[in-house]
């Protein structure tokens, strides 16, 4: 009724009843602003003006014409959303051969920041992002480092990362990335001494400070973190790359945690301060794996020291009380047998003079 004695056009469309026509439209391209109507022209597949592609037009088609197609856009549509599995497959794989051999850094820009998400390749059961294989293809330091700063996709600033020269951005994404992989994929790039030590020394996440120490090269730094870090992995970290024999003979023999004890000791090879560690070693456990470094070891009855002499093997028994002191370690063994079955056998061995204990064994069948 609002329009009975006539319409009140604004161009394609009544103001009034919002009746349109195909008349006096406000293009955008290839589209009209007021109604929204689109009008394409279409050239093998793709509108020769928007980009837009047809789908339907491209009709039926073989893997040997997808091998041939260079347009990036065409590829794309037919990855998604032809109907055919083997086509969108090989349409994937052709545009990831594309993509990776570009080297004009501007196309592949556009494509990390207007491609579209992740397309799922269902032959294979793998999915593809085509912005992380750009990102990788980029050569531009400048470029990269942009991305890595400002991209919206995790994954997409870790690939940015991965490459990036430049320690000025590298320590940007590291302060104020909001995903762990990405900063670690920056701290892992960085080269800056003096920045890394105070990462190892004082970040709260202790995966951090590992990777930092694992960089570090100043023994003075790695010393401090190795006696004074609150997380047991940063410390043993520390240990893996002190050098001085001295300092590490310090924290076998006095720090309050067997594990960094042990890690320190380990890395010990002069005999001597071996031998100190067995006798001064606040912990029990640490001293005898000391004796035992030195291929012998503390009598279990009345503690006395029993090392090799002249190259001799030690012998099981106490030089001082005669008693048995035996280091069992557990052993295996299967045997395949007739008939789809096998025999699991398992006992204790000392390693110094072979006597055996505990030994059990159990026949199972296997499957025909």
């Known amino acids: 009724m609002a329009c009975l004695f006539g319409h009140k056009w604004n161009g394609c469309k009544c103001s009034r009843c919002g009746k349109t026509r195909d008349e006096q439209h406000n293009w955008n391209v290839c589209k009209c602003t007021i109604c929204g109507k689109e009008a394409h022209t279409y050239s093998n597949y793709k509108c020769s003006r928007c980009g837009k592609v047809d789908l339907s037009a491209i009709g039926a088609i073989n893997i040997e014409t997808v091998n041939q197609m260079e347009d990036l856009a065409i590829l794309l549509k037919i990855a998604k959303d032809y109907l055919v599995t083997p086509i969108r497959s090989a349409a994937i794989q052709r545009r990831t051969h594309l993509i990776s051999n570009m080297t004009d850094n501007d196309a592949l820009v556009s494509i990390v920041y207007s491609d579209e998400e992740s397309v799922y390749d269902s032959r294979y059961s793998i999915r593809t992002d085509f912005r992380e294989i750009a990102v990788n293809s980029i050569s531009d330091q400048g470029l990269r480092a942009k991305i890595a700063q400002d991209h919206k996709n995790g994954g997409i600033r870790f690939g940015a990362v991965t490459n990036l020269k430049d320690q000025d951005a590298l320590k940007k994404v590291f302060l104020y990335d ?35 120490v694992t960089m570090l090269s100043g023994q003075a730094v790695i010393e401090e973190i190795a006696s004074s870090d609150k997380d047991r992995n940063v410390r ?17 023999k006095n720090d309050n945690d067997s594990m960094v004890n042990m890690a320190a000791l380990k890395k010990i090879t002069d005999s001597d301060m071996i031998l100190s560690i067995a006798r001064q070693a606040a912990n029990d456990s640490v001293k005898q794996e000391a004796m035992k470094k030195l291929g012998g070891y503390f009598c279990y009855s009345c503690q006395s020291e029993n090392l090799p002499e002249n190259g001799q093997p030690l012998a099981c028994a106490c030089k001082s009380c005669n008693a048995e002191n035996h280091d069992f370690e557990k052993m295996y063994k299967t045997t395949s ?10 006992w204790e061995m000392c390693v110094r003079c072979n006597l055996t204990r505990n030994h059990s064994e159990d026949i199972r069948y296997t499957d025909w």
């Not at 892992?188 to 400070?209: N, V």
């Not at 047998?337 to 398992?346: F, I, M, T, V, Y």
Request: proline share 3%; charged share 30%; aromatic share 4%.
């Open 337 to 346: 047998l007739p008939g789809h079955a096998e025999r699991n056998e398992s």
């Open 236 to 252: 043993l970290a520390a240990i893996e790359k002190l050098d001085d024999q001295s300092y590490l003979v310090e924290i076998a």
């Open 178 to 212: 909001k995903e762990s992989k990405v900063r670690q994929a920056a701290l892992h790039r960085l080269t800056d001494q003096s920045y890394l030590a105070e990462i190892a020394k004082t970040d709260a996440d202790p995966t951090l400070r590992k990777i930092a």
